[in-house]
């Protein structure tokens, strides 16, 4: 039983090192340093109990009385000892949080939750000989009379060439339209089949047709928010701006596809790795063959059309840019040189949460850390949307900024460091 304990015991310990050292240039290790420090890290407390279990477990067959039990137990507490150090991150994003909003203002009182219900596979457009879909998740209860309910974008991530729009963002989608906001989780064309920019043209296909249903669905056509994470976020960043460019919009070129506020989380803002943060390789054996189907010399200007860094301008819409700085697959130095560019070029306000000790698609499922981040983010699009209207949807990037400062602040940093 002692080696039987000793070998769960090292398992245990892997998975715990790889949280701290997950591996990025290894290509035989790359995909399951990912998977295991995902999982390990957003559940945490659940590793914490198992390897408690187990131990009680072993213990009671006699494994802690052999030497190879006794390693096995010094092996372990200092395994939960790494564990409880990742749990206390994830509470700790409340206060990154906080610190990230801490210049916003006075917020109003955060609506009551409601009920929501969802209609599924609604076509808003068709491309390569295939229907394009939504699902629409919405309040229940029908609008005050003249109400007209602001709108949520969200995009699906998957590496662009793989992903569901059912498989994510449930956890902003069902907030946002508690909060009685409209959310659409919308569909776009996948490579290698597709070729950039066909995936951006179908998210601007889709808002553009929520703006001319507006009436339909019942939002207002004036303020269209979008989210999504890693590819999604990619394309969430890139829609936010590029809506002044109608080569992006190929047959609706006149469509007003633009967005008043973005959240992208951990997402993909440069493709041409001028940080040197990505492998070598990544364009030339994934970005080049599978996405953009050319290399970087053969068509730059379309790599730069393809790297949100490269599109940041001065009338950027706000952004709340939400990045782990232990992402193995959109690095974290492209998200803050990112910022660094918007927050130097754009007029509107920007906002950087950088999470310490999350991993790429942390909020996939609701753990301590997403739950903390989806209420931030819930709260930051819902004061972006209260600026808006107060300032009666001028486009004076002041105006806005100015609004948003009084929109959130002192509430929700107590809200997010309470967790009530």
């Known amino acids: 039983m002692g080696w039987s304990y000793l070998a769960v015991s090292v398992g245990g310990a892997v998975h715990t090192l790889n949280v701290y050292r997950p591996s990025r240039n290894n290509r035989m290790l790359f995909g399951w340093s990912f998977f295991a420090s995902w999982i390990t890290i957003e559940l945490a407390p659940l590793f914490l109990v198992w390897q408690l279990v187990a131990t009680v477990l072993f213990a009671r067959r006699g494994a802690l009385r052999t030497p190879q039990g006794k390693v096995g137990l010094t092996i372990t507490l200092a395994s939960s000892a790494g564990l409880l150090a990742s749990i206390r991150q994830s509470f700790a994003a409340r206060e990154e949080i906080r610190e990230a909003l801490r210049d916003l203002g006075d917020g109003e009182p955060w609506p009551e939750p409601g009920a929501v219900h969802t209609r599924r596979g609604v076509v808003f457009g068709r491309a390569a000989g295939r229907n394009l879909k939504m699902d629409i998740m919405s309040p229940s209860a029908e609008p005050a009379p003249g109400v007209k309910r602001p709108v949520l974008v969200q995009v699906h991530g998957g590496g662009w060439i793989i992903g569901f729009k059912e498989q994510q ?27 950039f920019p066909d ?19 019942g939002v207002d056509p004036d303020f269209v928010a979008v989210t999504g994470g890693s590819a999604g976020g990619h394309l969430t960043a890139l829609a936010a701006l590029t809506s002044s460019n109608p080569e992006l919009q190929p047959g609706f070129e006149d469509a007003d596809t633009s967005v008043q506020v973005a959240v992208p989380f951990y997402g993909v803002y440069d493709f041409t790795n001028r940080t040197g943060a990505w492998p070598d390789d990544t364009a030339a054996t994934f970005l080049a063959p599978m996405v953009m189907k050319c290399d970087p010399d053969e068509d730059p200007d379309l790599w730069s059309l393809a790297s949100p860094i490269d599109q940041v301008h001065e009338d950027a819409p706000p952004f709340l840019v939400i990045h782990g700085d232990l992402d193995l697959l959109a690095p974290v130095e492209d998200a803050r040189e990112f910022v660094s560019v918007l927050e130097e070029v754009a007029a509107a306000p920007v906002h950087y949460l950088e999470l310490h000790g999350a991993q790429h698609a942390f909020e996939t499922f609701a753990s301590i850390r997403a739950n903390a981040v989806v209420e931030a983010a819930a709260r930051y699009l819902a004061a972006v949307r209260s600026a808006h209207v107060d300032s009666r949807g001028r486009p004076d990037p002041e105006d806005v900024a100015e609004a948003v400062d009084e929109a959130l602040g002192d509430e929700l940093g107590e809200t997010l460091a309470t967790g009530d």
């Open 169 to 195: 963002g449930r956890l902003i989608m069902k907030r946002m339209a508690a909060a009685g906001w409209v959310c659409c989780n919308v569909d776009y064309r996948l490579s290698p089949a597709a070729t």
């Open 199 to 217: 995936h951006l043209v179908d998210v601007k296909r889709a808002i553009a047709w929520i703006r001319e249903h507006a009436d339909e669905l």
